[in-house]
């Protein structure tokens, strides 16, 4: 609960300029409980993230990976407040752009070696970012994007005389200072129905830090309207600081009581769990737990997260295909499914003008008068009364079955 009590403050001062912004907005498309890391949100859609979190150190990790623990005695402790509002536009149904702002206070507390307590604390806009995410492949239960951004410091760094006294610092930084830059790769794949897979692998070149890998997989439940995600997130160091060799010789910081800042080829590895909940068609709710861990000149401690996102407008590419055609001529049943659900075969050919090339689209009927788009493809083959379709696109996380209707539109001589 102290985690809470400290967020909501801050929150709640990021949160004033969406109360002007969303109802300006027209609202279009639902938005999901979870999305794979390896899609992007969809054409003319925009997408306003706010996020808070609360670190809190619970020790450290020295250059080589030893276990360092907080002086008790000392009064030591750690804690870091960040909040950020990202807003993402979908320039078309593969490309989104997006920029953001992030707010961040420090507060560092321990006693120096004169017995003096020290209470220190900073606080400011820590950053501006930008960045572009590219969706590449979209098929089979399958997407792959491409991402990059670049993130620019906006607060100065405070030397110190020696390590020892930016640990007992009055005045302390917001962070490592100076810009990155950063180009990801990510992948994702529908495992079965509501259980998907998601990774990415993102090479970071810091300006003050030794060059990084930020890495992250999880598995997710997702329904309707509440998803479940589990994963691990973590950084490796390429191990190029300048000071690999000498790390104590490295130019000291105001850094306070911890080792998150001014660190030598830092690395570490964080478990999480997300819980993701659609508390309106257009709203999202997201709550996450973080131990930080199995470091290298950084600390270790618990995060706790909240996160709101609003979506509007857009339009997604399943509703693009569901408005294409309204009418039909030919509806023929799936009577086969190829074990990866890559081809079907269908109860109808060529003599009933289903030609090799033609384009279908395959739905599955709900009872209620609807008929639901859940995937997209060709006549691969065609004989007398059967026809092989190759689908090139899935449009729900739902499986094909057999039964559920083909539908093309005769060719125009």
């Known amino acids: 609960m102290s985690a809470i009590r400290k967020i909501l403050p801050l929150s709640l001062l990021f949160l004033l300029p969406l109360t002007f912004i969303v109802p300006a907005i027209h609202s279009a498309t639902d938005i999901p409980p979870y999305r794979e890391s390896g899609k992007t949100i969809g054409a003319k859609a925009l997408e306003l993230k706010w996020w808070s979190s609360y670190f809190d150190t619970i020790e450290h990790y020295g250059y080589g990976g030893e276990r360092i623990a907080l002086k008790k005695d000392k009064a030591e402790s750690y804690q870091k407040l960040e909040s950020e509002i990202v807003a993402t536009y979908g320039a078309i149904n593969a490309l989104d752009f997006r920029g953001g702002v992030r707010y961040r206070r420090n507060s560092s507390e321990i006693v120096n070696p004169r017995n003096n307590f020290i209470s220190a604390r900073a606080s400011g806009v820590e950053s501006w970012m930008v960045g572009a995410k590219y969706m590449l492949y979209q098929k089979y239960h399958w997407s792959m994007a491409a991402d990059t951004f670049f993130r620019i410091a906006s607060y100065r760094l405070q030397s110190a ?32 129905d509501y259980l998907s897979f998601s990774s990415s692998f993102t090479y970071i070149i810091p300006e003050e830090l030794s060059r990084e890998l930020e890495y992250m997989w ?47 080829n830092r690395a570490y590895i964080a478990p999480y769990a997300v819980i993701g909940l659609q508390l309106l068609r257009t709203l999202k709710f997201e709550f996450q737990y973080t131990r930080y861990m199995n470091g290298y000149s950084t600390d270790g401690g618990n995060e706790y997260s909240f996160a709101l996102t609003w979506r509007g407008g857009g339009r997604t590419a399943r509703q693009d295909e569901e408005s294409r055609f309204k009418e039909y001529d030919i509806e023929a049943s799936i009577i086969k499914i190829s074990p990866k659900e890559g081809f079907v075969v269908v109860d109808k050919g060529i003599s009933h003008d289903l030609e090799k090339g033609m384009r279908v689209d395959i739905y599955q009927f709900d009872y209620k008068g609807g008929n639901v788009l859940l995937a997209t493809g060709f006549i691969f083959e065609s004989k007398t009364d059967t026809a092989v379709v190759k689908i090139t696109n899935f449009y729900r996380k739902i499986s094909l079955e057999i039964g559920q209707m083909v539908r093309a539109t005769r060719r125009v001589e």
Do not use: C, M
């Open 161 to 192: 005389s020696s390590h020892e006294e930016g640990r007992y610092a009055s005045s302390i930084i917001l962070g490592d200072g100076g810009n990155e830059y950063g180009v990801g790769f990510h992948l994702s794949k529908l495992l079965v």
């Open 218 to 264: 999880e598995f997710a439940y997702a329904w309707k309207k509440v998803a479940l995600v589990l994963g691990t997130k973590g950084v490796h160091s390429f191990e190029n600081d300048d000071y690999s060799d000498i790390p104590n010789q490295k130019p000291a910081l105001n850094t306070g009581a911890t080792y998150l800042y001014n660190s030598v």
